[in-house]
Protein backbone atom coordinates (compact mmCIF):
# COMPACT_ATOMS: atom_id res chain seq x y z
CA UNK A 1 0.00 0.00 0.00
CA UNK A 2 2.63 2.20 1.11
CA UNK A 3 4.44 2.63 -2.22
CA UNK A 4 1.12 3.15 -4.24
CA UNK A 5 0.11 6.67 -2.16
CA UNK A 6 4.19 7.89 -2.26
CA UNK A 7 3.88 11.55 -2.73
CA UNK A 8 0.85 11.67 -1.77
CA UNK A 9 1.12 13.67 1.30
CA UNK A 10 -0.57 16.77 2.48
CA UNK A 11 0.69 19.96 0.54
CA UNK A 12 1.91 22.89 2.88
CA UNK A 13 -1.17 25.13 2.88
CA UNK A 14 -1.85 27.68 4.78
CA UNK A 15 -4.25 26.76 7.52
CA UNK A 16 -5.48 30.23 8.95
CA UNK A 17 -9.23 30.09 9.31
CA UNK A 18 -11.90 28.08 11.58
CA UNK A 19 -14.78 26.09 9.40
CA UNK A 20 -16.72 29.52 11.23
CA UNK A 21 -14.64 32.02 10.08
CA UNK A 22 -14.80 30.43 6.51
CA UNK A 23 -18.38 30.06 6.62
CA UNK A 24 -19.08 33.82 8.07
CA UNK A 25 -16.50 34.71 4.72
CA UNK A 26 -18.80 32.81 2.20
CA UNK A 27 -22.59 34.07 4.03
CA UNK A 28 -20.76 37.98 3.34
CA UNK A 29 -20.45 36.98 -0.49
CA UNK A 30 -23.93 36.18 -0.83
CA UNK A 31 -25.50 39.04 1.21
CA UNK A 32 -25.70 41.50 -1.85
CA UNK A 33 -27.97 38.43 -3.23
CA UNK A 34 -29.94 38.31 -0.57
CA UNK A 35 -33.14 38.23 -2.84
CA UNK A 36 -32.48 35.07 -4.21
CA UNK A 37 -31.11 33.25 -0.93
CA UNK A 38 -34.47 34.15 0.50
CA UNK A 39 -36.39 32.83 -2.78
CA UNK A 40 -34.23 29.71 -2.32
CA UNK A 41 -34.86 29.20 1.32
CA UNK A 42 -38.21 29.37 0.23
CA UNK A 43 -38.24 27.01 -2.58
CA UNK A 44 -36.23 24.38 -0.62
CA UNK A 45 -38.87 24.29 1.60
CA UNK A 46 -41.58 24.29 0.06
CA UNK A 47 -40.26 21.49 -1.80
CA UNK A 48 -38.79 19.23 1.42
CA UNK A 49 -42.68 20.00 2.41
CA UNK A 50 -44.20 18.39 -1.10
CA UNK A 51 -41.88 15.41 -0.79
CA UNK A 52 -43.32 14.91 2.48
CA UNK A 53 -46.31 15.47 1.54
CA UNK A 54 -46.53 12.52 -1.06
CA UNK A 55 -45.97 9.36 1.67
CA UNK A 56 -48.43 11.42 3.96
CA UNK A 57 -51.20 11.91 1.19
CA UNK A 58 -51.04 7.95 0.42
CA UNK A 59 -51.26 7.11 3.59
CA UNK A 60 -54.78 8.98 4.40
CA UNK A 61 -55.71 7.82 1.01
CA UNK A 62 -55.47 4.41 1.32
CA UNK A 63 -57.32 4.55 4.63
CA UNK A 64 -60.14 6.93 3.33
CA UNK A 65 -60.24 4.09 0.47
CA UNK A 66 -60.48 1.27 2.55
CA UNK A 67 -63.65 3.12 4.45
CA UNK A 68 -65.21 4.94 1.06
CA UNK A 69 -64.61 2.62 -1.06
CA UNK A 70 -65.68 4.64 -3.96
CA UNK A 71 -63.85 5.36 -7.63
CA UNK A 72 -64.17 9.48 -6.95
CA UNK A 73 -61.89 9.39 -3.88
CA UNK A 74 -59.46 7.61 -5.51
CA UNK A 75 -59.46 10.15 -8.13
CA UNK A 76 -59.33 12.65 -5.65
CA UNK A 77 -56.62 11.11 -4.63
CA UNK A 78 -54.61 10.34 -7.38
CA UNK A 79 -54.87 14.08 -8.72
CA UNK A 80 -53.85 15.46 -5.85
CA UNK A 81 -50.62 13.11 -5.51
CA UNK A 82 -50.18 14.17 -9.19
CA UNK A 83 -50.24 18.00 -7.92
CA UNK A 84 -47.95 17.41 -5.12
CA UNK A 85 -45.77 15.79 -7.12
CA UNK A 86 -45.41 18.61 -9.93
CA UNK A 87 -45.28 21.38 -7.54
CA UNK A 88 -42.54 19.40 -5.92
CA UNK A 89 -40.71 19.34 -9.30
CA UNK A 90 -41.67 22.49 -9.84
CA UNK A 91 -39.98 23.80 -7.05
CA UNK A 92 -36.84 21.54 -7.34
CA UNK A 93 -36.13 22.94 -10.78
CA UNK A 94 -36.75 26.97 -9.50
CA UNK A 95 -34.69 25.83 -6.54
CA UNK A 96 -32.07 24.50 -8.69
CA UNK A 97 -32.31 27.47 -11.07
CA UNK A 98 -31.69 30.24 -8.80
CA UNK A 99 -29.56 28.48 -6.96
CA UNK A 100 -27.54 28.34 -10.05
CA UNK A 101 -27.88 32.10 -10.45
CA UNK A 102 -26.28 32.77 -6.69
CA UNK A 103 -23.87 30.60 -6.81
CA UNK A 104 -22.89 31.69 -10.32
CA UNK A 105 -22.68 35.58 -9.68
CA UNK A 106 -20.94 34.58 -6.48
CA UNK A 107 -17.77 33.12 -8.23
CA UNK A 108 -17.86 35.99 -10.84
CA UNK A 109 -17.48 38.41 -7.82
CA UNK A 110 -14.83 36.06 -6.09
CA UNK A 111 -13.04 35.51 -9.46
CA UNK A 112 -12.96 39.04 -9.85
CA UNK A 113 -11.57 39.36 -6.25
CA UNK A 114 -8.83 36.96 -6.45
CA UNK A 115 -8.10 38.04 -10.17
CA UNK A 116 -7.62 41.92 -8.71
CA UNK A 117 -5.56 40.47 -5.63
CA UNK A 118 -3.25 38.98 -7.73
CA UNK A 119 -2.34 41.84 -9.61
CA UNK A 120 -1.71 43.98 -6.42
CA UNK A 121 0.49 41.28 -5.18
CA UNK A 122 4.19 42.16 -5.01
CA UNK A 123 7.30 40.24 -6.51
CA UNK A 124 7.79 38.39 -3.43
CA UNK A 125 4.31 36.59 -3.27
CA UNK A 126 4.84 35.35 -6.60
CA UNK A 127 8.50 34.06 -5.54
CA UNK A 128 6.72 31.96 -3.11
CA UNK A 129 3.83 30.52 -4.83
CA UNK A 130 4.04 28.87 -8.08
CA UNK A 131 1.95 29.88 -11.25
CA UNK A 132 0.24 26.77 -11.61
CA UNK A 133 -1.10 27.26 -7.75
CA UNK A 134 -1.81 30.60 -8.53
CA UNK A 135 -3.62 29.56 -11.59
CA UNK A 136 -5.32 26.98 -9.59
CA UNK A 137 -6.79 29.28 -7.15
CA UNK A 138 -8.46 31.29 -9.46
CA UNK A 139 -10.00 28.65 -11.94
CA UNK A 140 -10.56 25.14 -10.16
CA UNK A 141 -10.63 26.48 -5.88
CA UNK A 142 -13.42 28.80 -7.18
CA UNK A 143 -15.18 26.63 -8.64
CA UNK A 144 -14.70 24.28 -5.54
CA UNK A 145 -16.11 26.98 -3.82
CA UNK A 146 -19.59 26.92 -6.09
CA UNK A 147 -19.60 23.36 -5.51
CA UNK A 148 -19.62 23.47 -1.69
CA UNK A 149 -22.34 26.29 -2.07
CA UNK A 150 -24.89 24.10 -4.20
CA UNK A 151 -24.02 21.10 -2.00
CA UNK A 152 -24.35 22.96 1.18
CA UNK A 153 -28.23 23.84 -0.33
CA UNK A 154 -29.12 20.04 -1.48
CA UNK A 155 -27.88 19.05 2.14
CA UNK A 156 -30.03 21.59 3.78
CA UNK A 157 -32.83 20.42 1.92
CA UNK A 158 -32.51 16.41 2.64
CA UNK A 159 -31.88 17.79 5.99
CA UNK A 160 -35.27 19.65 6.58
CA UNK A 161 -36.96 16.37 4.54
CA UNK A 162 -35.51 13.94 7.44
CA UNK A 163 -37.05 16.54 10.02
CA UNK A 164 -40.47 16.44 8.82
CA UNK A 165 -40.40 13.07 8.45
CA UNK A 166 -39.77 12.21 11.38
CA UNK A 167 -41.84 14.73 13.20
CA UNK A 168 -44.71 13.33 10.89
CA UNK A 169 -44.06 9.65 11.89
CA UNK A 170 -43.55 10.18 16.02
CA UNK A 171 -47.15 12.39 15.36
CA UNK A 172 -48.75 8.97 14.04
CA UNK A 173 -47.13 6.51 16.01
CA UNK A 174 -44.42 6.80 18.66
CA UNK A 175 -43.84 3.23 18.93
CA UNK A 176 -42.94 2.22 15.47
CA UNK A 177 -41.27 5.49 15.42
CA UNK A 178 -39.28 4.35 17.94
CA UNK A 179 -38.17 1.17 15.61
CA UNK A 180 -37.79 3.18 12.43
CA UNK A 181 -35.07 5.05 14.18
CA UNK A 182 -33.72 2.16 15.63
CA UNK A 183 -31.80 1.75 12.36
CA UNK A 184 -30.34 5.23 12.32
CA UNK A 185 -27.42 4.78 14.33
CA UNK A 186 -26.23 1.79 12.29
CA UNK A 187 -26.70 4.02 9.11
CA UNK A 188 -25.23 6.50 11.32
CA UNK A 189 -21.94 4.85 11.92
CA UNK A 190 -21.28 3.17 8.85
CA UNK A 191 -21.99 6.19 6.78
CA UNK A 192 -19.85 8.36 9.71
CA UNK A 193 -16.53 5.73 9.12
CA UNK A 194 -17.76 6.22 5.31
CA UNK A 195 -16.79 10.18 5.78
CA UNK A 196 -13.52 9.29 7.27
CA UNK A 197 -12.64 6.74 4.20
CA UNK A 198 -14.07 9.28 1.45
CA UNK A 199 -12.12 12.14 2.67
CA UNK A 200 -9.29 10.31 2.81
CA UNK A 201 -9.28 8.97 -0.73
CA UNK A 202 -10.59 11.75 -2.14
CA UNK A 203 -7.81 13.81 -0.83
CA UNK A 204 -5.78 11.57 -2.64
CA UNK A 205 -7.67 10.91 -6.10
CA UNK A 206 -7.12 14.98 -6.14
CA UNK A 207 -3.30 15.00 -5.19
CA UNK A 208 -2.44 11.68 -7.67
CA UNK A 209 -4.28 13.48 -10.39
CA UNK A 210 -2.24 16.93 -9.56
CA UNK A 211 0.61 14.89 -9.89
CA UNK A 212 0.01 13.54 -13.24
CA UNK A 213 -0.81 17.17 -14.61
CA UNK A 214 1.87 18.83 -13.03
CA UNK A 215 3.92 15.70 -14.76
CA UNK A 216 2.71 16.87 -17.97
CA UNK A 217 3.33 20.18 -17.71
CA UNK A 218 6.49 20.18 -16.43
CA UNK A 219 7.23 18.00 -19.66
CA UNK A 220 5.83 20.35 -21.75
CA UNK A 221 7.71 23.04 -20.55
CA UNK A 222 11.32 21.22 -21.07
CA UNK A 223 10.03 19.34 -24.27
CA UNK A 224 13.46 21.01 -26.04
CA UNK A 225 15.81 20.31 -23.28
CA UNK A 226 14.00 16.60 -23.23
CA UNK A 227 14.71 16.39 -26.26
CA UNK A 228 17.63 17.57 -26.76
CA UNK A 229 18.98 14.65 -24.19
CA UNK A 230 17.10 12.31 -25.64
CA UNK A 231 15.41 11.81 -22.44
CA UNK A 232 11.43 10.82 -23.94
CA UNK A 233 12.15 7.32 -22.95
CA UNK A 234 12.55 8.13 -19.47
CA UNK A 235 10.19 11.03 -19.26
CA UNK A 236 7.72 8.38 -20.06
CA UNK A 237 8.95 6.01 -17.74
CA UNK A 238 7.91 8.85 -14.96
CA UNK A 239 5.15 9.56 -16.16
CA UNK A 240 4.13 5.73 -16.56
CA UNK A 241 4.47 5.97 -12.62
CA UNK A 242 2.55 8.64 -11.94
CA UNK A 243 -0.36 7.53 -13.91
CA UNK A 244 0.01 4.14 -12.95
CA UNK A 245 0.03 5.45 -9.18
CA UNK A 246 -3.62 7.64 -10.24
CA UNK A 247 -5.16 4.63 -11.85
CA UNK A 248 -5.10 2.57 -8.03
CA UNK A 249 -6.04 5.40 -6.05
CA UNK A 250 -8.82 6.01 -8.62
CA UNK A 251 -10.05 2.07 -8.36
CA UNK A 252 -9.52 2.47 -4.49
CA UNK A 253 -12.01 5.22 -4.99
CA UNK A 254 -14.15 4.24 -7.18
CA UNK A 255 -14.36 0.68 -5.23
CA UNK A 256 -15.57 2.69 -2.18
CA UNK A 257 -17.97 4.82 -3.24
CA UNK A 258 -19.59 2.31 -4.96
CA UNK A 259 -19.12 -0.05 -1.85
CA UNK A 260 -20.59 1.88 0.90
CA UNK A 261 -24.36 2.09 -0.91
CA UNK A 262 -24.71 -1.55 -1.51
CA UNK A 263 -24.40 -2.18 2.43
CA UNK A 264 -26.32 1.12 3.14
CA UNK A 265 -29.00 -0.27 1.26
CA UNK A 266 -29.10 -3.58 3.02
CA UNK A 267 -29.41 -1.93 6.40
CA UNK A 268 -31.94 0.17 5.38
CA UNK A 269 -34.03 -2.74 3.64
CA UNK A 270 -33.54 -4.41 7.54
CA UNK A 271 -34.97 -1.62 9.14
CA UNK A 272 -37.61 -1.85 6.40
CA UNK A 273 -38.30 -5.27 6.84
CA UNK A 274 -38.98 -4.62 10.44
CA UNK A 275 -41.31 -1.99 10.27
CA UNK A 276 -43.15 -4.05 7.83
CA UNK A 277 -43.10 -6.91 9.89
CA UNK A 278 -43.90 -4.87 13.58
CA UNK A 279 -46.32 -2.40 11.65
CA UNK A 280 -47.89 -5.54 9.88
CA UNK A 281 -49.01 -6.99 13.57
CA UNK A 282 -50.13 -3.90 14.66
CA UNK A 283 -52.43 -3.61 11.72
CA UNK A 284 -54.05 -6.63 12.47
CA UNK A 285 -54.31 -5.98 15.70
CA UNK A 286 -56.10 -3.06 14.75
CA UNK A 287 -53.63 -0.67 16.65
CA UNK A 288 -52.51 1.35 13.35
CA UNK A 289 -54.26 1.76 10.28
CA UNK A 290 -52.95 0.26 7.03
CA UNK A 291 -52.25 3.93 5.44
CA UNK A 292 -50.00 4.20 8.66
CA UNK A 293 -48.36 0.90 8.19
CA UNK A 294 -47.59 2.68 4.68
CA UNK A 295 -46.47 5.82 5.66
CA UNK A 296 -44.01 4.00 8.20
CA UNK A 297 -42.61 1.58 4.99
CA UNK A 298 -42.17 4.41 3.02
CA UNK A 299 -40.93 6.91 5.57
CA UNK A 300 -38.37 4.47 6.89
CA UNK A 301 -37.12 4.13 3.04
CA UNK A 302 -37.20 7.67 2.41
CA UNK A 303 -35.46 8.56 6.02
CA UNK A 304 -31.93 7.12 5.18
CA UNK A 305 -31.59 8.94 1.87
CA UNK A 306 -30.81 12.09 3.48
CA UNK A 307 -28.40 11.23 6.00
CA UNK A 308 -26.19 8.52 3.47
CA UNK A 309 -26.38 11.68 0.92
CA UNK A 310 -25.10 14.15 4.13
CA UNK A 311 -22.19 11.57 5.22
CA UNK A 312 -21.02 10.80 1.45
CA UNK A 313 -20.68 14.84 0.18
CA UNK A 314 -19.50 15.36 3.53
CA UNK A 315 -16.16 15.01 2.49
CA UNK A 316 -16.13 17.20 -0.98
CA UNK A 317 -18.21 19.43 1.33
CA UNK A 318 -14.66 19.80 3.58
CA UNK A 319 -12.65 19.80 0.46
CA UNK A 320 -14.77 23.09 -0.98
CA UNK A 321 -14.37 24.30 2.68
CA UNK A 322 -10.68 24.23 1.99
CA UNK A 323 -10.43 25.47 -1.49
CA UNK A 324 -12.55 28.47 -0.25
CA UNK A 325 -10.08 28.95 2.44
CA UNK A 326 -6.95 29.31 -0.10
CA UNK A 327 -8.76 31.84 -2.14
CA UNK A 328 -9.44 33.27 1.09
CA UNK A 329 -5.73 33.16 1.63
CA UNK A 330 -4.66 35.11 -1.24
CA UNK A 331 -7.46 37.90 -1.12
CA UNK A 332 -5.70 38.45 2.35
CA UNK A 333 -2.31 37.99 1.61
CA UNK A 334 -0.37 40.77 3.51
CA UNK A 335 1.49 42.92 0.87
CA UNK A 336 5.05 42.75 1.97
CA UNK A 337 5.87 46.30 -0.11
CA UNK A 338 4.40 49.04 2.45
CA UNK A 339 4.12 52.29 1.50
CA UNK A 340 3.45 55.32 4.04
CA UNK A 341 1.47 57.41 1.66
CA UNK A 342 0.35 57.61 -2.11
CA UNK A 343 1.77 61.03 -2.84
CA UNK A 344 1.39 61.79 -6.77
CA UNK A 345 4.38 61.80 -9.13
CA UNK A 346 3.52 63.37 -11.52
CA UNK A 347 7.03 64.05 -12.93
CA UNK A 348 10.43 63.03 -12.31
CA UNK A 349 14.13 64.39 -12.95
CA UNK A 350 15.38 60.68 -12.34
CA UNK A 351 17.90 61.16 -9.74
CA UNK A 352 18.03 57.80 -7.78
CA UNK A 353 20.11 57.44 -4.39
CA UNK A 354 21.09 54.83 -2.16
CA UNK A 355 21.34 55.55 1.65
CA UNK A 356 23.16 52.91 3.58
CA UNK A 357 20.17 50.14 1.70
CA UNK A 358 19.96 46.40 4.01
CA UNK A 359 18.36 44.27 2.17
CA UNK A 360 16.98 40.59 1.83
CA UNK A 361 14.71 38.58 0.25
CA UNK A 362 14.33 35.98 2.74
CA UNK A 363 16.01 35.29 6.41
CA UNK A 364 18.72 33.24 4.69
CA UNK A 365 20.65 35.56 2.60
CA UNK A 366 21.67 39.07 3.23
CA UNK A 367 21.70 40.71 -0.62
CA UNK A 368 22.83 43.84 0.14
CA UNK A 369 23.97 44.47 3.13
CA UNK A 370 24.77 48.05 3.04
CA UNK A 371 24.63 49.90 -0.36
CA UNK A 372 25.27 53.53 -0.73
CA UNK A 373 24.79 55.33 -4.06
CA UNK A 374 23.85 58.12 -6.14
CA UNK A 375 23.02 58.08 -9.69
CA UNK A 376 22.50 61.70 -11.29
CA UNK A 377 19.35 62.27 -13.33
CA UNK A 378 20.39 61.66 -16.66
CA UNK A 379 23.05 59.32 -15.79
CA UNK A 380 23.66 55.86 -17.77
CA UNK A 381 25.33 53.33 -14.87
CA UNK A 382 25.45 50.14 -15.81
CA UNK A 383 25.85 47.14 -13.26
CA UNK A 384 28.87 44.40 -13.16
CA UNK A 385 29.64 41.71 -10.93
CA UNK A 386 29.83 37.96 -10.98
CA UNK A 387 26.45 36.19 -11.07
CA UNK A 388 24.50 36.87 -7.54
CA UNK A 389 26.25 39.46 -6.77
CA UNK A 390 22.99 41.85 -6.39
CA UNK A 391 22.98 43.61 -9.69
CA UNK A 392 19.33 42.91 -10.52
CA UNK A 393 18.13 43.10 -7.00
CA UNK A 394 18.77 46.65 -6.94
CA UNK A 395 17.23 47.23 -10.11
CA UNK A 396 14.11 45.36 -8.51
CA UNK A 397 14.47 47.83 -5.46
CA UNK A 398 14.59 50.84 -7.80
CA UNK A 399 11.16 49.75 -9.51
CA UNK A 400 9.73 49.38 -5.74
CA UNK A 401 8.73 45.33 -6.55
CA UNK A 402 10.67 43.98 -3.17
CA UNK A 403 10.89 45.88 0.41
CA UNK A 404 13.80 46.90 1.99
CA UNK A 405 14.54 46.11 5.57
CA UNK A 406 17.02 48.95 6.13
CA UNK A 407 18.31 52.55 5.08
CA UNK A 408 16.20 54.54 2.59
CA UNK A 409 15.75 54.87 -0.92
CA UNK A 410 15.49 58.07 -2.49
CA UNK A 411 14.02 59.19 -5.61
CA UNK A 412 14.63 63.31 -6.53
CA UNK A 413 15.31 63.26 -3.26
CA UNK A 414 12.24 61.75 -1.59
CA UNK A 415 11.32 58.75 -0.27
CA UNK A 416 10.24 55.89 -2.47
CA UNK A 417 7.61 54.81 0.15
CA UNK A 418 5.85 57.86 -0.06
CA UNK A 419 4.96 57.39 -3.70
CA UNK A 420 1.77 56.28 -5.80
CA UNK A 421 3.44 53.45 -7.14
CA UNK A 422 1.41 53.25 -10.31
CA UNK A 423 1.86 56.80 -10.97
CA UNK A 424 5.49 56.24 -10.22
CA UNK A 425 5.88 53.01 -12.31
CA UNK A 426 4.45 54.77 -15.17
CA UNK A 427 7.98 57.00 -15.16
CA UNK A 428 9.91 53.56 -15.11
CA UNK A 429 11.15 51.49 -18.28
CA UNK A 430 11.90 47.90 -17.70
CA UNK A 431 13.55 45.68 -20.19
CA UNK A 432 13.83 42.25 -18.78
CA UNK A 433 16.45 40.01 -19.52
CA UNK A 434 14.37 37.50 -21.29
CA UNK A 435 11.53 40.09 -22.78
CA UNK A 436 8.08 38.80 -22.31
CA UNK A 437 6.01 38.82 -25.30
CA UNK A 438 2.21 39.01 -24.85
CA UNK A 439 0.21 36.80 -27.95
CA UNK A 440 -0.72 39.05 -30.39
CA UNK A 441 0.98 41.22 -33.31
CA UNK A 442 4.62 42.84 -32.92
CA UNK A 443 2.58 46.17 -33.53
CA UNK A 444 0.32 44.72 -30.23
CA UNK A 445 2.93 44.40 -28.40
CA UNK A 446 4.71 47.50 -28.95
CA UNK A 447 1.64 49.49 -28.42
CA UNK A 448 1.36 47.67 -24.82
CA UNK A 449 3.36 50.74 -23.50
CA UNK A 450 0.76 53.08 -23.93
CA UNK A 451 -2.64 51.64 -25.68
CA UNK A 452 -3.87 54.79 -26.94
CA UNK A 453 -0.77 54.90 -29.11
CA UNK A 454 -2.08 55.54 -32.92
CA UNK A 455 -0.48 53.53 -35.63
CA UNK A 456 1.44 56.33 -36.94
CA UNK A 457 3.25 56.47 -33.77
CA UNK A 458 3.93 52.58 -33.26
CA UNK A 459 5.45 52.55 -37.04
CA UNK A 460 7.63 55.48 -36.27
CA UNK A 461 9.08 54.15 -32.89
CA UNK A 462 10.13 50.56 -34.70
CA UNK A 463 11.22 52.55 -37.72
CA UNK A 464 13.79 54.71 -35.57
CA UNK A 465 15.41 51.34 -34.38
CA UNK A 466 18.06 50.03 -36.72
CA UNK A 467 15.93 52.26 -39.52
CA UNK A 468 13.24 49.86 -39.08
CA UNK A 469 15.69 47.32 -41.08
CA UNK A 470 14.64 44.62 -38.36
CA UNK A 471 11.28 44.57 -39.42
CA UNK A 472 12.07 43.14 -43.04
CA UNK A 473 12.86 39.56 -41.30
CA UNK A 474 9.34 39.74 -39.91
CA UNK A 475 6.98 37.99 -42.59
CA UNK A 476 4.22 40.65 -42.21
CA UNK A 477 5.97 43.21 -40.59
CA UNK A 478 4.76 45.06 -37.55
CA UNK A 479 1.31 42.85 -37.86
CA UNK A 480 3.21 39.48 -37.69
CA UNK A 481 1.67 37.11 -35.14
CA UNK A 482 4.57 36.57 -32.04
CA UNK A 483 2.92 33.68 -30.72
CA UNK A 484 2.62 32.05 -27.15
CA UNK A 485 5.17 34.19 -25.46
CA UNK A 486 6.78 35.42 -28.22
CA UNK A 487 8.17 31.78 -29.23
CA UNK A 488 7.36 33.10 -33.01
CA UNK A 489 9.92 35.61 -32.89
CA UNK A 490 13.94 34.78 -32.42
CA UNK A 491 15.47 36.10 -29.03
CA UNK A 492 17.13 38.78 -30.57
CA UNK A 493 13.41 40.15 -32.14
CA UNK A 494 12.01 39.72 -29.11
CA UNK A 495 14.66 42.36 -27.83
CA UNK A 496 14.22 44.72 -30.61
CA UNK A 497 10.29 44.45 -29.58
CA UNK A 498 10.91 45.15 -25.73
CA UNK A 499 13.10 47.94 -27.12
CA UNK A 500 9.85 49.43 -29.05
CA UNK A 501 8.10 49.21 -26.38
CA UNK A 502 9.80 50.94 -23.75
CA UNK A 503 10.80 53.72 -26.50
CA UNK A 504 7.10 54.27 -27.30
CA UNK A 505 6.53 54.82 -22.65
CA UNK A 506 8.95 57.11 -22.93
CA UNK A 507 9.97 56.69 -19.41
CA UNK A 508 12.15 58.78 -17.06
CA UNK A 509 13.94 56.41 -15.56
CA UNK A 510 14.89 53.09 -17.52
CA UNK A 511 16.15 49.48 -16.18
CA UNK A 512 17.81 47.46 -18.63
CA UNK A 513 18.75 43.31 -17.79
CA UNK A 514 20.52 42.69 -20.47
CA UNK A 515 20.05 39.38 -22.18
CA UNK A 516 22.97 37.02 -21.69
CA UNK A 517 21.43 35.03 -25.19
CA UNK A 518 23.84 36.19 -27.67
CA UNK A 519 22.43 37.36 -31.06
CA UNK A 520 23.95 37.68 -34.89
CA UNK A 521 25.90 41.13 -35.05
CA UNK A 522 23.65 42.75 -37.04
CA UNK A 523 20.65 42.13 -34.23
CA UNK A 524 23.47 43.30 -31.72
CA UNK A 525 24.01 46.45 -34.14
CA UNK A 526 20.22 47.09 -34.04
CA UNK A 527 19.60 46.53 -30.34
CA UNK A 528 22.61 48.75 -29.77
CA UNK A 529 20.93 51.67 -31.64
CA UNK A 530 17.33 51.15 -30.29
CA UNK A 531 19.25 51.56 -26.72
CA UNK A 532 21.49 54.26 -27.66
CA UNK A 533 17.76 55.82 -28.52
CA UNK A 534 16.50 54.86 -25.22
CA UNK A 535 19.41 55.89 -23.11
CA UNK A 536 19.39 59.53 -24.29
CA UNK A 537 18.20 62.44 -22.29
CA UNK A 538 17.08 59.69 -19.19
CA UNK A 539 18.91 57.94 -15.96
CA UNK A 540 19.52 54.33 -16.66
CA UNK A 541 20.22 51.81 -14.91
CA UNK A 542 21.82 48.96 -17.06
CA UNK A 543 22.61 45.34 -15.74
CA UNK A 544 25.38 44.89 -18.42
CA UNK A 545 26.20 41.68 -20.14
CA UNK A 546 27.86 43.01 -22.83
CA UNK A 547 31.18 44.86 -23.57
CA UNK A 548 29.56 47.24 -26.31
CA UNK A 549 26.65 48.51 -23.67
CA UNK A 550 28.96 48.52 -21.09
CA UNK A 551 31.19 51.08 -23.13
CA UNK A 552 28.17 53.36 -23.71
CA UNK A 553 27.96 54.01 -19.45
CA UNK A 554 28.59 57.29 -17.70
CA UNK A 555 29.55 54.97 -14.85
CA UNK A 556 30.54 51.14 -14.56
CA UNK A 557 29.87 50.05 -10.73
CA UNK A 558 31.41 46.46 -9.98
CA UNK A 559 29.71 44.53 -6.96
CA UNK A 560 30.87 41.82 -5.50
CA UNK A 561 28.73 40.14 -2.54
CA UNK A 562 26.42 43.00 -2.47
CA UNK A 563 28.63 45.83 -1.97
CA UNK A 564 30.31 48.00 -4.10
CA UNK A 565 34.18 47.13 -5.28
CA UNK A 566 35.41 49.38 -7.79
CA UNK A 567 33.48 52.05 -9.89
CA UNK A 568 34.25 54.35 -12.72
CA UNK A 569 34.68 54.50 -16.50
CA UNK A 570 35.52 51.56 -18.34
CA UNK A 571 39.29 52.84 -19.42
CA UNK A 572 39.83 54.26 -15.71
CA UNK A 573 38.92 50.74 -14.33
CA UNK A 574 40.36 48.78 -16.89
CA UNK A 575 43.83 50.65 -15.06
CA UNK A 576 43.20 50.07 -11.73
CA UNK A 577 43.90 46.29 -12.38
CA UNK A 578 41.37 45.49 -9.96
CA UNK A 579 37.75 43.43 -9.83
CA UNK A 580 36.88 45.15 -13.35
CA UNK A 581 39.83 43.99 -15.18
CA UNK A 582 39.65 40.34 -13.90
CA UNK A 583 35.49 40.42 -15.22
CA UNK A 584 36.93 41.76 -18.22
CA UNK A 585 39.69 38.66 -19.16
CA UNK A 586 37.11 36.51 -17.67
CA UNK A 587 33.65 37.76 -19.65
CA UNK A 588 34.05 40.61 -21.89
CA UNK A 589 37.66 40.50 -23.47
CA UNK A 590 36.69 37.93 -26.17
CA UNK A 591 33.44 40.51 -26.99
CA UNK A 592 35.65 43.20 -28.06
CA UNK A 593 36.05 43.48 -31.86
CA UNK A 594 39.69 42.98 -32.02
CA UNK A 595 39.34 39.53 -30.20
CA UNK A 596 42.44 37.16 -30.87
CA UNK A 597 41.95 33.54 -29.08
CA UNK A 598 44.72 33.92 -26.44
CA UNK A 599 45.52 37.56 -26.30
CA UNK A 600 43.68 40.81 -25.21
CA UNK A 601 44.41 40.21 -21.56
CA UNK A 602 44.33 43.23 -19.23
CA UNK A 603 46.90 43.08 -16.35
CA UNK A 604 45.31 42.61 -12.96
CA UNK A 605 46.27 42.65 -9.65
CA UNK A 606 47.83 39.32 -8.47
CA UNK A 607 45.85 40.09 -5.16
CA UNK A 608 42.36 40.04 -7.00
CA UNK A 609 42.92 36.92 -8.29
CA UNK A 610 44.01 35.25 -5.86
CA UNK A 611 40.48 36.15 -4.14
CA UNK A 612 38.93 34.93 -6.71
CA UNK A 613 40.18 31.64 -7.38
N1 LIG B 1 13.42 36.11 -5.73
C1 LIG B 1 14.44 35.75 -4.99
N2 LIG B 1 14.24 35.11 -3.82
C2 LIG B 1 15.29 34.76 -3.04
N3 LIG B 1 16.58 35.02 -3.34
C3 LIG B 1 16.83 35.64 -4.49
C4 LIG B 1 15.78 36.03 -5.39
N4 LIG B 1 16.34 36.64 -6.46
C5 LIG B 1 17.67 36.61 -6.26
N5 LIG B 1 17.97 36.03 -5.09
C6 LIG B 1 19.31 35.86 -4.53
O1 LIG B 1 19.88 37.15 -4.35
C7 LIG B 1 21.24 37.15 -4.72
C8 LIG B 1 21.48 38.27 -5.74
O2 LIG B 1 20.74 37.95 -6.90
P1 LIG B 1 20.67 38.93 -8.15
O3 LIG B 1 19.64 38.36 -9.07
O4 LIG B 1 20.48 40.32 -7.68
O5 LIG B 1 22.12 38.72 -8.76
P2 LIG B 1 22.72 39.24 -10.11
O6 LIG B 1 23.99 39.91 -9.78
O7 LIG B 1 21.71 40.04 -10.85
O8 LIG B 1 22.99 37.87 -10.86
P3 LIG B 1 22.82 37.50 -12.44
O9 LIG B 1 23.89 38.22 -13.18
O10 LIG B 1 23.03 36.02 -12.44
O11 LIG B 1 21.42 37.88 -12.84
C9 LIG B 1 21.56 35.78 -5.28
O12 LIG B 1 22.26 35.06 -4.28
C10 LIG B 1 20.22 35.13 -5.51
O13 LIG B 1 20.24 33.77 -5.22
Known amino acids: MGFIMDGLDAEDYDRTYSDGQLIKRIAGYFKPKMGLVVTVSILVVLKSIMDTAFPVLVSNGLDTLVSDKGLQTAIWITLLLLVSGVLSWGFNMLRQ ?41 ITSDTDKFATVVTLTVNLLSQFLLFVLIIVILFFRNWQLSLIAIAILPVIMAIALGFRYLARTATQRSQRSLARVNSNVQEVISGITVAKNFRQEQNMYN ?22 VFPILVAVANLGSTMIIYFGGNNVLNHSISAGDWFLFVQGVASLWFPITSIASFWSQFQLGLAASERVFALLDAEPRVHQSASEPVSSLKGEIEFQHMHFSYDDRQTVLPDLSLKIHAGETVAFVGHTGAGKSSIAKLVARFYEYQGGELLIDKRDIRTFDLAEYRRRLGIVPQVPFLFSGTVR ?31 PEGLNTEVGEEGKALSMGQRQLVALGRVLLQDPTILILDEATASVDPLTEAQIQEGLDLLLHDRTAILIAHRLSTIKQADRIIVLDGGRIVEEGNHEHLMLQGGHYAH ?24 SIVADKA
Open 238 to 259: EFKGINVQAYHVEVRTGVLYNG
Open 97 to 137: WFTAIAVGDVVLQLRKDAFNAIMERDMSFFDEFSSGKIVSR
Open 583 to 606: LYNTYFRHQSPDYRPGEGFVAVRP
Open 444 to 474: DNIRYARPEASDAEVEAIAQQIGNGDWLEAL
